[in-house]
Nanobody, 127 residues
Framework: QVQPVESGGGSVQAGGSLTLSCAGS????????RAWFRQAPGKEREAVAA???????SYGDSVKGRFTISRDNAKNTVSLQMNDLKPEDTAVYYC?????????????????????WGQGTQVTVSS
């Protein structure tokens, strides 16, 4: 089973930027949707962004215009560029992979459709 591995979390002041990276297995060609979720203490898991096999993307309302998801096919990694970070972006960020789903499922970013989850990486934004 593919377990993605996240990296790039850390602490930053409000208005700053961070880039998260997620590495997955190079041999699992069934994965066609890759996404980032986040969970803050005491809150439910929230969908952040997703990218489908053709490169189309979807974003949660709270991050639109500030975050960008992208994929490096050669390295089999997916990145999340986070700009203009706010204290409310503080959370553990998880990379998640979904096999053989449609674009409609991918862009909905329902966590139950994602079968492979990383351990998470902490992002802390101070005011």
């Amino acid at each position: 089973q593919v377990q993605p591995v996240e990296s790039g979390g850390g602490s930053v002041q409000a208005g700053g930027s961070l880039t998260l990276s997620c590495a997955g297995s190079k041999n699992d060609y069934s994965i066609n949707c890759r996404a980032w979720f986040r969970q803050a203490p005491g809150k439910e898991r929230e969908a952040v962004a997703a990218i489908y096999s053709g490169g189309v993307t979807s974003y949660g309302d709270s991050v639109k215009g500030r975050f960008t998801i992208s994929r490096d096919n050669a390295k089999n990694t997916v990145s999340l560029q986070m700009n203009d970070l706010k204290p409310e972006d503080t959370a553990v960020y998880y990379c998640a992979l979904a096999p053989l789903v449609t674009w409609g499922v991918c862009r909905t970013m329902d966590s139950k459709d994602f079968k492979n989850w990383g351990q998470g990486t902490q992002v802390t934004v101070s005011s």
